[in-house]
Every structure is written in C-alpha cells, then in structure tokens.
Nanobody, 118 residues
C-alpha cells in the first residue's frame, strides 16, 4: 500500500515561490505516473500537473503553465511541484496522487495548504 504525504505549503506573498514535496511510503511509486491537483475553498478539485514514470514527460495545466513545473526523484520516492510567481488565485490545498491508469487517480495525500496574499 502506497501512502503519500505532501509538504512545503505555507503563507507567501504574491510573486514569491514555493516548492511542494510529495513523499511516498509503503512501496515505490516509480512505475506510476503522478499528478498534482489543487482545491480552493468552495471549489472543485482541479488538475495542476502530471509527470510520467521516469519524469521525461510532464503536462502542466494552462492556468499555471510557465510558472509551475513538476519533477520527481524515483530514488528518493519523491515528487515535487515548483511554483514560481505565485498569485492569490493559486491559494488552495495542493494534493499529490498516483495515476493508476489514464484518468484514474488513487492514494491521495492529506494535502498541503498554500495561501498567497496580495
């Protein structure tokens, strides 16, 4: 059983950067694509980024493209989301998850809160 834990969130000002981490325990997730989602208060969870098994392919949602990147370190069983030039609309709880197959996600972490003040 894979368990994921996000960290690295916090309260920052607009224009600042944060790097979120997602670490896995239980077993390796190196054979899976991984995703980042976020959920703002009162809104539906929305896709942020995807990275394939070996990190050679990433997909970034257009709303954050050019500001956010994702990477992974399979040796460390870790996933990262680098967020630059943060905006107040990026305020949300950020989650990582395993993509079991295209469009199917599981093993959600507890999330980490990112709050961006203007």
């Amino acid at each position: 059983q894979v368990q994921l834990a996000e960290s690295g969130g916090g309260l920052v000002q607009a224009g600042d950067s944060l790097r979120l981490s997602c670490t896995a325990s239980g077993r390796s997730f190196s054979h899976y694509g991984m995703v980042w989602f976020r959920q703002a208060a009162g809104k539906a969870r929305e896709f942020v980024a995807f990275i394939n098994q070996d990190g050679s392919i990433t997909t970034i949602d257009p709303s954050v493209k050019g500001r956010f990147t994702t990477a992974r370190d399979n040796a460390e069983n870790a996933l990262y989301l680098q967020m630059n030039d943060l905006k107040p609309e990026d305020t949300a709880v950020y989650y990582c998850a395993v993509e079991l197959r295209p469009g199917v996600f599981d093993y959600w972490g507890q999330g980490t809160q990112v709050t961006v003040s203007s």
